[in-house]
């Protein structure tokens, strides 16, 4: 059975903090060096048995109509370094480096919803960039981040060293109850702080003829032709604070972050928002497929290889 790309990062988070940590404070030569050494892991881990990095970026490739599954997997590593970099640069509290690279070239969009509206909640991917991206969103909006801490205690106590330089408030969505996170969210949204989420992480659909699981607070929709359970919740908070939901994408190029906008989308109708969110997001993850580490996650990697028999049934 392949492994699962989430148990699989957990395990080499650890190894990967520590020479994040020690890497970043060295002089830049020696820094090259580990970030090289770091590219050949990530290589490495691509060939390694029963770790479906390489079929799905086979996957993906075909579902882009262009690349090879290397090239594909390549433009991730090569993000997932540049990110990396960066973000080091955010756990040493040097934000004003990283503050200077964020490009919205939807700004004035963005602060006409926001004048109209007073809030949106901003439904993010995970982007190599993500964490990058809201530390520059809070230095220009009042922003409340909802973040998931891992299961995993190291891994959670290492990420909130990069939190606590964010600038913006947080919420542990994992270690709130559902009334604390509805409140919070609501009272930020009424108070005119934009309300950022991750919102890739997919379950399985709702049972045919079923719209919404409340226990896994998914809703039926379809992903790349494929039917998945995807995130209520964004639609669902748009909708009680009259706010518009705003899809996010965040492109990595080697000397700027750039935070794309989709459509605002009217949560009157939940169902449908819901699926205009994700119509958005799979717009973004074939314009900048590189940035999109999410999709090596089990479920993704099923609606890839789903999708890519559909389009090569041979492969």
């Not at 004003?96 to 901003?122: C, F, K, W, Y």
Request: proline share 5%; with cysteine.
């Amino acid at each position: 059975m392949a492994k699962s790309f989430t148990k699989f990062k957990d395990r080499i988070w650890g190894v990967v903090d520590l020479a994040a940590r020690g890497i970043a404070s060295a002089p830049k030569p020696i820094q090259d060096i580990g970030y090289g050494t770091l590219r050949g892991l990530l290589w490495a881990a691509y060939h390694a048995p029963k770790v479906p990095l390489a079929s799905t970026a086979a996957d993906f490739a075909i579902v882009l109509g262009h690349g090879t599954a290397r090239s594909v997997y390549g433009g991730f590593v090569d993000r997932f370094v540049w990110a990396l970099r960066r973000q080091e640069k955010l756990r040493l509290g040097a934000t004003e480096e990283t503050d200077a690279l964020l490009e919205l070239p939807e700004q004035n969009r963005l602060d006409e919803i926001i004048r109209t509206h007073g809030s949106a909640v901003m439904a993010m991917p995970h982007c190599h960039s993500s964490l990058l991206m809201i530390r520059g969103l809070s230095t220009r909006y009042p922003v409340l981040m909802l973040v998931r801490e891992s299961a995993d205690q190291s891994r959670a106590d290492a990420t909130r060293v990069y939190y606590n330089n964010l600038g913006a408030e947080r919420l542990d969505v994992r270690n709130s109850s559902s009334v604390s996170v509805a409140r919070s969210v609501l009272r930020a949204l009424r108070e005119g702080k934009l309300v950022v989420g991750i919102v890739d992480r997919i379950k399985a659909a709702p049972a045919e003829g079923e719209d919404y699981n409340a226990h896994d607070d998914v809703r039926r929709c379809q992903a790349f032709g494929q039917t998945v359970g995807f995130p209520a919740w964004p639609a669902r908070f748009a909708a009680r604070a009259r706010v518009p939901l705003l899809p996010v994408m965040v492109e990595l190029t080697q000397d700027k972050i750039v935070g794309h906008l989709g459509d605002p989308i009217d949560c009157t109708d939940q169902m449908g928002a819901t699926q205009a969110c994700m119509n958005n997001l799979e717009t973004m993850f074939l314009q900048y497929p590189h940035d999109w580490g999410f999709v090596y996650d089990k479920h993704w990697s099923r609606v890839m290889r789903g999708r890519a028999q559909e389009i090569s049934p041979q492969q």
